[in-house]
């Protein structure tokens, strides 16, 4: 089969792609034949080990991916050869086949493209878990995203509009900002030419906002929380800027806010019926049109290593997907 493989940390231009053999099936995995994989900023980071998950070298990387099961381990139960699945599985899913556990798949709910379901966990998984989970986030408040061109920041603005809030989309260019309305912003910020809490306080007439969605990091972060209002949530998500923001905790008892932490991947770990639930309903969503993933491009393996410069360069606007086996596949 051919993969996408890390030898050695570095950037992406170091990654090679090659002829590797079938994985080796355990006892208790599942062995897929990927058809879509979703390309995602902690791809960036796992690559140059500096993720909080290390594989052993060499590796594939990709963490979620969706396809057709090839083959069952003797312990798997509920899984079949030739059924539609989807995973989340830190690395491994630039390829055209991997072996996971059994529990970090999920079935894909009837009707549900290859191409969406495999971009559908990392990004809207996270962005449900977030809004509905973490925030509660209630009809008629108002949603701050960060960095709200991206594949996470469009599934974010997305679920915030089905789910009766008011979105203000921060991003750094007018072109961002163009996909933003396009996606169903109610406002946006440029927050390279605008003053971010300025413009938060008079879009929200000195009230503030009820939800910050921070996916980005950085010096805007302090800004963020600083508009929010009273008994605000400040949603911790990651640090695309690359840099961990410093934030004064009396900030939170000044606003009697919340700063609340999201993290998805070890949620569907530690939470698995409930993670399931969420599939099921974002599922029943897409079918509905209720929300419509932004597919914006569909790649190749090859094209794998200039996809993740172009996220490096934040240059990634709604979401990628590779399709290892070619676009009929999907």
């Known amino acids: 089969?051919?993969?996408?493989?890390?030898?050695?940390?570095?950037?992406?231009?170091?990654?090679?792609?090659?002829?590797?053999?079938?994985?080796?099936?355990?006892?208790?995995?599942?062995?897929?034949?990927?058809?879509?994989?979703?390309?995602?900023?902690?791809?960036?980071?796992?690559?140059?080990?500096?993720?909080?998950?290390?594989?052993?070298?060499?590796?594939?990387?990709?963490?979620?991916?969706?396809?057709?099961?090839?083959?069952?381990?003797?312990?798997?139960?509920?899984?079949?050869?030739?059924?539609?699945?989807l995973g989340f599985c830190g690395w491994g899913a630039f390829a055209e086949q991997i072996a996971v556990p059994a529990q970090d798949l999920f079935k894909v709910p009837e009707g549900l493209p290859f191409d969406v379901a495999g971009s559908l966990l990392l990004t809207y998984g996270t962005a449900y878990h977030a809004l509905v989970d973490r925030a509660q986030l209630q009809p008629g408040e108002t949603v701050l995203i960060l960095g709200a061109s991206g594949g996470l920041g469009s599934a974010l603005t997305e679920l915030a509009k089905a789910l009766g809030a008011r979105v203000i989309a921060a991003?750094?260019?007018?072109?961002?900002?163009?996909?933003?309305?396009?996606?169903?912003?109610?406002?946006?910020?440029?927050?390279?030419?605008?003053?971010?809490?300025?413009?938060?306080?008079?879009?929200?007439?000195?009230?503030?906002?009820?939800?910050?969605?921070d996916p980005v990091g950085g010096p805007l972060s302090e800004a963020a929380l600083r508009s929010t209002a009273w008994r605000g949530r400040f949603l911790v998500i990651g640090f695309a800027s690359g840099e961990i923001p410093r934030i004064a905790l009396?900030?939170?008892?000044?606003?009697?806010?919340?700063?609340?932490?999201?993290?998805?991947?070890?949620?569907?770990?530690?939470?698995?019926?409930?993670?399931?639930?969420?599939?099921?309903?974002?599922?029943?969503?897409?079918?509905?049109?209720?929300?419509?993933?932004?597919?914006?491009?569909?790649?190749t393996l090859a094209e794998i290593p200039a996809a993740l410069e172009a996220m490096q360069r934040r240059q990634v606007v709604g979401k990628w997907v590779v399709l290892p086996a070619g676009p009929a596949a999907s």
Request: contains cysteine; proline residues 7%; hydrophobic residues 40%.
């Open 1 to 85: 089969m051919q993969a996408l493989v890390c030898h050695q940390y570095g950037p992406p231009s170091t990654l090679v792609l090659q002829e590797r053999p079938t994985p080796e099936l355990q006892p208790d995995q599942v062995l897929v034949d990927v058809l879509a994989a979703g390309i995602n900023y902690p791809d960036t980071l796992i690559i140059e080990n500096r993720y909080q998950f290390k594989p052993t070298l060499p590796f594939s990387p990709g963490g979620e991916f969706a396809g057709r099961i090839r083959a069952v381990g003797a312990q798997v139960g509920g899984f079949e050869p030739g059924q539609a699945v």
């Open 171 to 213: 991003a750094s260019s007018p072109e961002k900002l163009q996909a933003c309305r396009a996606n169903g912003a109610d406002e946006v910020i440029d927050y390279q030419q605008e003053d971010l809490r300025a413009r938060l306080k008079e879009l929200t007439s000195g009230r503030g906002v009820d939800v910050v969605c």
């Open 250 to 299: 009396n900030l939170t008892l000044l606003k009697g806010c919340a700063v609340v932490g999201v993290f998805w991947g070890d949620y569907v770990k530690r939470e698995r019926a409930a993670a399931q639930a969420d599939v099921d309903v974002l599922a029943e969503w897409v079918r509905a049109g209720r929300i419509r993933p932004a597919i914006t491009r569909r790649l």
